[in-house]
């Protein structure tokens, strides 16, 4: 029992040291973990020793100890469910929360406003960085630049079709109707939602509309932000969204801002609820070159480019951010009914639309610039996950939907790769494709792949052989874009890009 009564006075330790306290909440927050854990309470104990980083070691400890005296179950949701309750007790009230960040972005501008918001939602365990910790991250070289890589090892792959089966629920039977409402901010939580009680929003104003931000608990850059709408409705691609994307730059100029396709298969896994995504971080897609600067007729101020990128990305940059969104509509609206049968781009089929947009906004060197991705979601008995979707020969490595992080040439992949790629590069260093890696079934999809790396790049031992799956992967990665690009960057696909281009009117 002593050991209780000394992780509450180190985690009140935490709170202190990071600024989620003050020593005049000491006695109501120490009050209320005793209450949280049931206890009766005692003379606060002296504790030493450093204050630790993250509160990781202190919460593991306590939630040991509730499931010791059965005030919850061992499963990790359960374990999850409470820590979020344990950390509850140190936050400040959501209107504290939006108080000290608009404080601080008067004060110090928006940079310093973003920093301190996600601070706080790291130091209060709502984003979990000993698990993003164990996520693997790097670079990988291809003709489009230098693709990121992500193996996700803190969030389980989705599948597509589940992800389209869930657009079409309601969800008004559950509260909150999904894991992006404002109602979740506190909320404490089941076994099939993940608790929120340490989590806070701030609102945010966008062309009149009230909007929140808040960050990713499951981060995949720096700053990872989710901007979500106060109704809960479906995800839409329109000049207004164009409006509050850029907006939301014209306010937050550090972050860029983008919004996912509103289609299953071309959008990304909640399309239930209309939000964008965000950050303090430049995508590969950012840094790439334009092929060559051109105008549209009627607006000759606002320059226009298509981005050197596996995918077919209009760039325009002007700055008058209004004059961006009534191009970008204009171009949003010519796509929605472009049909183009010689590189199998048609608007509709049986009267489901196919055609949209995955818009991407920034503000650099002075000017707006909003991105606009052509997608188009139609399948085929060849490819019935997806025409412009990663198709078969790449689904060992990428099977999910490619969202707006994939887009902008961040792969979040799967954690099964990071045990199969370590098995795979040990029967590349033993010659072993043709036997034990097609008799494993967390290798054999792999080989071909394999076999035709080995044939190329021949490697002597295993570290050089994971070592160059890595780079293979990013290089995999780049077909996949490529798969999902409308207009392929080939001569026949250069000629439909220009055809769509020339209807815009440029």
């Known amino acids: 029992m002593t050991t209780i009564y000394n992780d509450v006075e180190h985690l009140l330790q935490y709170g202190l040291e990071k600024k989620l306290i003050t020593v005049w909440d000491l006695d109501y927050v120490r009050n209320s973990l005793y209450h949280l854990f049931q206890l009766d309470g005692q003379t606060p104990p002296e504790v030493e020793g450093e204050v630790p980083e993250t509160p990781v070691t202190i919460l593991a400890r306590m939630l040991d100890f509730a499931v010791e005296e059965g005030l919850i179950g061992e499963t990790v949701t359960e374990r999850d469910l409470f820590d979020a309750k344990i950390m509850d007790r140190l936050m400040p009230r959501p209107s504290e929360v939006t108080r000290d960040f608009y404080h601080t972005f008067e004060k110090e501008g928006p940079v310093a406003a973003t920093e301190f918001f996600y601070q706080l939602s790291q130091d209060s365990h709502y984003i979990r960085t000993d698990r993003i910790a164990k996520n693997m991250h790097w670079f990988s070289p291809t003709e489009y630049g230098d693709l990121e890589i992500t193996i996700n090892l803190s969030k389980p792959e989705k599948d597509p079709k589940a992800i389209a089966a869930a657009r079409k629920a309601t969800g008004q039977e559950k509260y909150p109707k999904c894991l992006l409402c404002k109602e979740n901010v506190g909320y404490a939580g089941r076994l099939d939602h993940p608790a929120r009680d340490n989590h806070r929003i701030i609102p945010v104003d966008l062309e009149g509309e009230h909007w929140f931000l808040q960050y990713s608990p499951y981060i995949y850059y720096n700053e990872h932000a989710i901007v979500l709408s106060r109704d809960h409705r479906p995800m839409s691609i329109s000049k207004d969204g164009f409006d509050r994307l850029l907006d939301?730059?014209?306010?937050?100029?550090?972050?860029?801002?983008?919004?996912?396709?509103?289609?299953?298969?071309?959008?990304?896994?909640?399309?239930?609820?209309?939000?964008?995504?965000?950050?303090?971080?430049?995508?590969?897609?950012?840094?790439?070159?334009?092929?060559?600067?051109?105008?549209?007729?009627?607006?000759?101020?606002?320059?226009?480019?298509?981005?050197?990128?596996?995918m077919s990305v209009i760039r325009l940059r002007s700055e008058d951010r209004h004059r961006l969104t009534e191009l970008g509509d204009m171009i949003l609206q010519k796509w929605r009914t472009y049909s183009d049968e010689e590189v199998e781009v048609l608007a509709e089929t049986n009267g489901e639309p196919h055609n949209t947009v995955t818009p991407i906004a920034r503000y650099r060197d002075?000017?707006?610039?909003?991105?606009?991705?052509?997608?188009?979601?139609?399948?085929?008995?060849?490819?019935?996950?997806?025409?412009?979707?990663?198709?078969?020969?790449?689904?060992?490595?990428?099977?999910?939907?490619?969202?707006?992080?994939?887009?902008?040439?961040?792969?979040?992949?799967?954690?099964?790769?990071?045990?199969?790629?370590?098995?795979?590069?040990?029967?590349?260093?033993?010659?072993?494709?043709?036997?034990?890696?097609?008799?494993?079934?967390?290798?054999?999809?792999?080989?071909?792949?394999?076999?035709?790396?080995?044939?190329?790049?021949?490697?002597?031992?295993?570290?050089?052989?994971?070592?160059?799956?890595?780079?293979?992967?990013?290089?995999r990665f780049s077909v996949v874009l490529e798969h999902a690009g409308v207009f392929k960057r080939t001569e026949s696909g250069k000629l439909g890009f220009d055809r769509f281009l020339e209807e815009v009117g440029r």
């Open 248 to 310: 939301f730059v014209d306010q937050f100029p550090h972050y860029f801002v983008g919004s996912n396709a509103d289609l299953p298969i071309v959008g990304g896994s909640i399309l239930s609820h209309d939000h964008f995504q965000g950050g303090h971080h430049e995508f590969p897609m950012a840094k790439a070159p334009v092929d060559e600067w051109f105008t549209f007729d009627g607006f000759r101020d606002v320059q226009a480019g298509v981005v050197e990128w596996p």
């Open 366 to 475: 002075g000017q707006f610039e909003l991105d606009l991705v052509l997608r188009n979601n139609r399948t085929s008995d060849e490819h019935p996950l997806g025409i412009f979707h990663p198709h078969e020969e790449v689904h060992h490595i990428k099977k999910e939907n490619i969202g707006l992080i994939e887009v902008m040439g961040l792969a979040v992949l799967p954690g099964r790769l990071v045990d199969e790629m370590k098995e795979l590069a040990g029967y590349m260093a033993d010659g072993a494709l043709d036997g034990k890696a097609l008799e494993s079934e967390a290798t054999a999809k792999h080989v071909d792949w394999a076999k035709r790396i080995a044939e190329e790049h021949p490697v002597d031992s295993e570290e050089a052989a994971e070592e160059l799956l890595k780079e293979e992967i990013g290089k």
